[in-house]
């Protein structure tokens, strides 16, 4: 998988919102990573979805337009 580990992160992200679930997402994102970046990526991934509603929550809050696109909001 190329990218950088937070494009990884957010390429799983989008996979869980089009319906994949964390577990068949989750080890393919580990395993594809560096032993250095493990931890880092699993805390991003993991904390984001715990805080997932909040995000979206303040995101709503601060746009000026209804923002539709899963791209966007994953990526904002």
């Keep these: 998988m190329n990218g950088s580990v937070r494009v990884r992160v957010i390429r799983t992200l989008l996979a869980i919102?089009?319906?994949q679930s964390l577990a068949s997402v989750l080890d393919p994102l580990l395993n594809?990573?560096?032993d250095g970046d493990k931890g880092f990526a699993h805390a991003?991934?993991?904390t984001t979805l715990r805080q997932w509603y909040?995000?979206?929550r303040l995101l709503d809050s601060l746009a000026d337009n209804s923002i539709d696109e899963k791209e966007v909001?994953?990526?904002?």
């Design 32 to 34: 594809s990573l560096h």
């Design 54 to 56: 909040a995000l979206e």
């Design 73 to 76: 909001r994953t990526t904002k």
């Design 17 to 19: 919102q089009n319906g």
């Design 44 to 46: 991003l991934l993991l």
